[in-house]
């Protein structure tokens, strides 16, 4: 059984740092596109970052710059490390995994950025 498990979400201060980690079970990120998603209230969900099998990165025009993605294979955890944080970046943030004709999503990590 495939689990994808975000933790790191949290109540942050403008201007404030994050880092959210996906731990996965049942399948190995290194032979999949794994991906960062967000979902504010009201608003579709929409691709924050991802990384390729080969470790390409592409990343959504709004957090370029402030939002790293990256992987520890040892860890089997994908991680996103979000600097210098705004209101807007207020969502729940979901963990995806995709390969092998196969897609994946965790359940989900708040993140709140507000004084």
């Known amino acids: 059984q495939v689990q994808l498990v975000e933790s790191g979400g949290g109540l942050v201060q403008p201007g404030g740092s994050l880092r959210l980690s996906c731990a996965a079970s049942?399948?190995?990120?290194?032979?999949?596109?794994t991906g960062w998603y967000r979902q504010a209230p009201g608003k579709q969900r929409e691709l924050v970052a991802l990384?390729?099998?080969?470790?390409?990165?592409n990343y959504a025009d709004s957090v370029k710059g402030r939002f790293t993605i990256s992987r520890d294979n040892a860890k089997n955890t994908a991680v996103l490390q979000m600097n210098s944080l705004k209101a807007e970046d207020t969502a729940v943030y979901l963990c995806?995994?995709?390969?092998?004709?196969?897609?994946?999503w965790g359940q989900g990590t708040q993140v709140t950025v507000s004084s």
């Open positions: 995806n995994a995709v390969g092998w004709g196969k897609e994946y």
């Open positions: 049942g399948i190995r990120f290194r032979s999949y596109t």
């Open positions: 990384m390729t099998s080969s470790g390409s990165t």
